[in-house]
C-alpha cells in the first residue's frame, strides 16, 4: 500500500546543498510541510500516493534562500538617496526620512513590499533588523514568509522607543507577543558598536545568553567606524565586542569589511557567523570583505542583501553571482568562493547562522519544506553542463518559478500567492508621494 503525500516534485535535477552534487530524475516528497523523502522519481511513484504532483521539467529544485542580513521595510527608501558614503546617507537623508515617517504602518507596507520581493525571487527566510519589528512580523505572516525578528536597539531615541531600555522592552514584549507563529524566530538587533553602549551591550549578551537567540549587528563596515573606536573606546570595534563577551556561536557580524588577520582568527577561534553583503558594500563604498580569507579559517558565511535603500534589490541570485566573482577577482584565484560554495553560503549557511540548520537549509528529510525551483529551460541557459554551475553565473530571480515556505505554495508559475501586486504598488506610490512632500 503506497503511503500519503501532500506533494510530489518531479524536477530534471535537485540540488540538496548538505551533500555535494546534483541529483538526477529524483522526486521530493512533502508532508505536513516536511520534507518526507528525496528518492529516484521511479521509486517515489511506487511508493507514495501524492495529492498532488507538480513535474518541472528543465528546472532545478534547491533550498529556499536565507537572506542573512535585511532592513526589509527600507524598500520604501528605495532609491530615495544614492551615490552617499555610508554616514552622509545615514545621517543627512535616511535618519532624517526615518525621523519624519517612521510608524508601524510604514514598517507594514514597507515589510510586505520586501516580502513580495524576496518570494519572487526565491528567498524564503529573512533576518531582519528595523523598527517595529511586530508590524514586521505581521507582513511577513501575511506573506507566508519565514524570518527572523530582531529586536533592534540603538541609544538615541526614534518614533518606535525612546532609549536603549525601551528598545529592549518593547523588542522583548514582541517575542512574548509573537513567540507561538511557527514562521517566526528572534534575535536581538543591536545596531552597531557605535550606536550602542557597553553597558546596553552588556545586558544584551546577558538576555540572549538566557534566551538561547542570535546576536545580529553591524561590525567592521568601514574604515571610519575603526578610526571612530579607536579615538572613543581606545580598541577596534571587534576587540570591544570580545572584552565585552559577545562573541561566540550565537554572534552575527554583518558586513566584516575591515579585518586583519588576527581578527579574522578571532571570529573563526569564537565560532561566529559572517553575513557577507557585497552589493552594498559596494554601493556605500564600504570595500570588499576578505571573503576568501574568512572561509579559509573555517567561519561559518552567509550572504545578505542590506536594505533596498542601499542595495536596491533584495536579490540573493545578484548577491551569491557577485560574491563568487569579487572572490575571484581579489584573491586573483579562480578557484576561490565556486559556485557550490555560493550556493551553500545564500542557504545552509544562513541557516547556520540563524540556528535554524535543524529545519530548513538543505532539501533533506525531516527539514521543513522551504523549496524553490529555478528554469533552466530558456535558450539564454543552454547548455546545462552543471546545474550548480548555472544557478550562480547564468540564473537570475527572473528564472523563479515556484516557491514553497513550509510546504505551502507562496510563488505558482511566477506568481505571488496571498498578496496583490497592484495593492502593494498602490502602497508603494502612497509612501512615495508623503516621503517626497
Known amino acids: 500500500m503506497k503511503a500519503p503525500a501532500d506533494l510530489l516534485l518531479l524536477p530534471q535535477w535537485v540540488v540538496p546543498v548538505e551533500t555535494e552534487g546534483?541529483?538526477?530524475?529524483?522526486?521530493?516528497?512533502?508532508?505536513?510541510?516536511?520534507?518526507?523523502?528525496?528518492?529516484?522519481?521511479?521509486d517515489a511513484h511506487?511508493?507514495?500516493?501524492?495529492?498532488?504532483?507538480?513535474?518541472?521539467?528543465?528546472?532545478?529544485?534547491?533550498?529556499?534562500?536565507?537572506?542573512?542580513?535585511?532592513?526589509?521595510?527600507?524598500?520604501?527608501?528605495?532609491?530615495?538617496?544614492?551615490?552617499?558614503p555610508l554616514m552622509?546617507?545615514?545621517?543627512?537623508?535616511?535618519?532624517?526620512?526615518?525621523?519624519?515617517?517612521?510608524?508601524?504602518?510604514?514598517?507594514?507596507?514597507?515589510?510586505?513590499?520586501?516580502?513580495?520581493?524576496?518570494?519572487?525571487?526565491?528567498?524564503?527566510?529573512?533576518?531582519?533588523?528595523?523598527?517595529?519589528?511586530?508590524?514586521a512580523g505581521e507582513a511577513f505572516i501575511q506573506a507566508g514568509m519565514r524570518a527572523m525578528l530582531g529586536m533592534i536597539v540603538v541609544e538615541f531615541p526614534s518614533a518606535?522607543?525612546?532609549?536603549?531600555?525601551?528598545?529592549?522592552?518593547?523588542?522583548?514584549?514582541?517575542?512574548?507577543?509573537?513567540?507561538?507563529?511557527?514562521?517566526?524566530?528572534?534575535?536581538?538587533?543591536?545596531?552597531?558598536?557605535?550606536?550602542?553602549?557597553?553597558?546596553?551591550?552588556?545586558?544584551?549578551n546577558t538576555l540572549a545568553e538566557q534566551l538561547g537567540v542570535p546576536i545580529h549587528t553591524h561590525l567592521h563596515e568601514t574604515a571610519d567606524e575603526i578610526a571612530t573606536s579607536l579615538q572613543q573606546h581606545g580598541v577596534r570595534p571587534l576587540e570591544?565586542?570580545?572584552?565585552?563577551?559577545?562573541?561566540?556561536?550565537?554572534?552575527?557580524?554583518?558586513?566584516?569589511?575591515?579585518?586583519?588577520?588576527?581578527?579574522?582568527?578571532?571570529?573563526?577561534?569564537?565560532?561566529?557567523?559572517?553575513?557577507?553583503?557585497?552589493?552594498?558594500?559596494l554601493k556605500l563604498a564600504s570595500g570588499i570583505a576578505p571573503i576568501t580569507q574568512l572561509a579559509a579559517a573555517g567561519i561559518n558565511l552567509g550572504l545578505g542583501s542590506d536594505g533596498a535603500a542601499s542595495n536596491n534589490r533584495l536579490d540573493l541570485f545578484a548577491e551569491m553571482r557577485l560574491a563568487a566573482l569579487l572572490a575571484k577577482g581579489i584573491s586573483g584565484n579562480a578557484a576561490a568562493l565556486p559556485a557550490a560554495a555560493a550556493l551553500k553560503a545564500a542557504t545552509l549557511g544562513g541557516a547556520r547562522a540563524l540556528n535554524l540548520d535543524s529545519q530548513i537549509g538543505s532539501i533533506t528529510p525531516g527539514k521543513r519544506a522551504d523549496l524553490v525551483a529555478v528554469d533552466l529551460s530558456a535558450t539564454s541557459s543552454q547548455p546545462v553542463f552543471d546545474p550548480i554551475s548555472h544557478l550562480v553565473y547564468v540564473a537570475g530571480r527572473e528564472n523563479v518559478?515556484?516557491?514553497?515556505?513550509?510546504?505551502?505554495?507562496?510563488?505558482?508559475?511566477?506568481?505571488?500567492?496571498?498578496?496583490?501586486?497592484?495593492?502593494?504598488?498602490?502602497?508603494?506610490?502612497?509612501?512615495?508621494?508623503?516621503?517626497?512632500a
Open 22 to 42: 546534483t541529483l538526477t530524475d529524483h522526486a521530493v516528497v512533502v508532508r505536513d510541510g516536511q520534507i518526507l523523502d528525496v528518492l529516484p522519481a521511479a
Open 46 to 84: 511506487a511508493r507514495y500516493d501524492a495529492a498532488h504532483t507538480l513535474a518541472l521539467p528543465g528546472q532545478v529544485l534547491i533550498p529556499g534562500l536565507v537572506n542573512l542580513h535585511c532592513h526589509a521595510a527600507m524598500s520604501l527608501l528605495r532609491g530615495f538617496a544614492d551615490d552617499q
Open 240 to 281: 570591544r565586542l570580545a572584552r565585552l563577551g559577545l562573541l561566540g556561536p550565537n554572534f552575527i557580524g554583518v558586513h566584516a569589511v575591515h579585518l586583519n588577520e588576527a581578527e579574522i582568527e578571532f571570529l573563526a577561534v569564537h565560532g561566529c557567523h559572517v553575513a557577507h553583503c557585497p552589493t552594498s558594500n
Open 401 to 436: 518559478s515556484h516557491v514553497w515556505v513550509d510546504g505551502k505554495h507562496t510563488v505558482n508559475n511566477r506568481a505571488l500567492v496571498g498578496l496583490d501586486a497592484d495593492d502593494l504598488s498602490a502602497r508603494a506610490a502612497y509612501w512615495r508621494a508623503k516621503i517626497t
Open 160 to 204: 518606535y522607543a525612546t532609549d536603549a531600555d525601551d528598545y529592549l522592552s518593547k523588542g522583548l514584549a514582541m517575542r512574548d507577543a509573537l513567540k507561538d507563529e511557527p514562521l517566526l524566530s528572534f534575535a536581538f538587533a543591536p545596531h552597531a558598536p557605535y550606536t550602542v553602549s557597553d553597558a546596553t551591550f552588556g545586558r544584551i
Open 88 to 135: 552622509a546617507w545615514l545621517q543627512q537623508y535616511i535618519w532624517p526620512a526615518e525621523k519624519k515617517h517612521l510608524s508601524d504602518a510604514f514598517v507594514r507596507d514597507g515589510t510586505l513590499l520586501a516580502a513580495a520581493e524576496m518570494l519572487a525571487g526565491g528567498v524564503t527566510t529573512v533576518n531582519d533588523m528595523y523598527f517595529y519589528p511586530a508590524a
